[in-house]
């Protein structure tokens, strides 16, 4: 009897650790890799793809539930695949390099058009912002929170190429 207690408590504890084991793997297996401006635009250029950052505030209800969206699985793949994903946080004091200059967190936000949060900028492979259509006007910047499956709309505009010629409210 006490020996069957024994390999039930020992079958629990595995189960555990194995549990314990594959969440960890997911985790890592869709875990978005995040990089600062610098770091973010040098692996765009040698991976040639397209740089996009999360212009976030740390205190914005909005940019938070961002992140949920950031997470989500159809989302993170996109990303990870196809991007090279940098979130900046304007209420961090660190600061930021750009085009051979510095900048704290919240100058460069509003020199890349960020001024509300959570605002997404693009960026070609060479590290140039991107520039395209949206309800018409040439912009640089898609401004403002969005679900995740619209989210995953705009990363399929960008990695297609269809900023190229197509108004991102088409999209929608």
């Known amino acids: 009897m006490k020996t069957n207690t024994m390999n039930n408590r020992n079958t629990k504890n595995a189960l555990i650790i194995i549990m314990f084991l594959m969440t960890a793997a997911f985790s890592e297996l869709f875990a978005q890799n995040t990089y600062t401006v610098e770091e973010g635009l040098a692996n765009a250029k040698t991976s040639n793809k397209i740089g996009v950052i999360a212009i976030v505030s740390g205190q914005d209800v909005w940019s938070k539930k961002m992140n949920d969206v950031f997470s989500d699985a159809a989302n993170m793949n996109s990303l990870n695949s196809n991007f090279i994903f940098m979130k900046m946080d304007v209420d961090q004091k ?17 020199l890349l058009g960020g001024t509300g949060y959570p605002t997404m900028v693009f960026f070609s492979p060479d590290g140039k912002v991107i520039r395209f259509k949206y309800n018409g006007e ?9 679900e995740a499956p619209e989210f995953g709309k705009v990363l399929n505009y960008f990695s297609s190429g269809k900023y190229k010629n197509t108004d991102l409210d088409k999209v929608f």
């Not at 040439?138 to 969005?146: A, E, L, M, S, T």
């Open 94 to 110: 660190s600061m930021q390099n750009y085009n051979g200059k510095t900048y704290t967190a919240a100058d460069l936000a509003k």
């Open 138 to 146: 040439d912009v640089g910047f898609f401004p403002g929170y969005i």
